[in-house]
T-cell receptor
Framework: DTAVSQTPKYLVTQMGNDKSIKCEQN?????MYWYKQDSKKFLKIMFS???????INETVPNRFSPKSPDKAHLNLHINSLELGDSAVYFC???????????FGPGTRLTVL | GQQLNQSPQSMFIQEGEDVSMNCTSS?????WLWYKQDPGEGPVLLIA?????ELTSNGRLTAQFGITRKDSFLNISASIPSDVGIYFC???????????????FGKGTLLTVNP
């Protein structure tokens, strides 16, 4: 059974395009996150949502807009994609207050 | 934000060898987490430590929460080829809790095991 799922697994697109990544968790967790992993494998939090409400926004450009239609889903929309947006994006979830987050399989975004 | 210094950055070992890696911080952590990331996958939680001095095992893995609360160690005994991957330490930022919970990750240790 999949705990945290993301789609698509791979995304290749041109600069300037708009794209979305979807995430769903079936763990009943209250909190969901988006992380970015760069080419050096450094993991950095971007956003967290608790019960559909934005809690953390780590100085991410406003081209990135997360949306949580319900507490099991957290999607990430990216406008006007730039070369520097190329990375692996991970969705994760946890119970309120942590500890230990469950990660999805990641979406590898390549901007050409 | 807080920073975690993880070392070594990479390790190349022979199958059967023991491995040790560590994570240090300039500030106190109340929880230490160790994750493993297999190639092409998301990180998976291996061990969680909640108390200074705590020593916890998960199969061939053993992790310790340093008594100063500023460091943690992960040991892998009798390594096997499937231990290959990136190992991350992580801890919640000071002051983050409840809905404001936020993890800081170390930069990872890349482990390669030669059969």
């Amino acid at each position: 059974d999949t705990a945290v799922s993301q789609t698509p697994k791979y995304l290749v697109t041109q600069m300037g395009n708009d794209k979305s990544i979807k995430c769903e968790q079936n763990l009943g967790h209250d909190t969901m996150y988006w992380y970015k992993q760069d080419s050096k494998k450094f993991l950095k939090i971007m956003f967290s949502y608790n019960n559909k409400e934005l809690i953390i926004n780590e100085t991410v450009p406003n081209r990135f807009s997360p949306k949580s239609p319900d507490k099991a889903h957290l999607n990430l929309h990216i406008n006007s994609l730039e070369l520097g947006d190329s990375a692996v994006y991970f969705c994760a979830s946890s119970r309120l207050g942590g500890t230990g987050e469950f990660f999805g399989p990641g979406t590898r975004l390549t901007v050409l | 934000g807080q920073q975690l210094n993880q070392s070594p950055q990479s390790m190349f070992i022979q199958e059967g060898e023991d491995v040790s890696m560590n994570c240090t911080s300039s500030s106190i952590f109340n929880t230490w987490l160790w994750y493993k990331q297999d190639p092409g996958e998301g990180p998976v939680l291996l061990i969680a430590l909640y108390k200074a001095g705590e020593l916890t095992s998960n199969g061939r893995l053993t992790a310790q929460f340093g008594i100063t609360r500023k460091d943690s160690f992960l040991n892998i005994s009798a390594s096997i080829p499937s231990d290959v991957g990136i190992y991350f330490c992580a801890g919640p930022d000071n002051g983050s809790g409840g809905s404001n919970y936020k993890l800081t990750f170390g930069k990872g240790t890349l482990l390669t095991v030669n059969p």
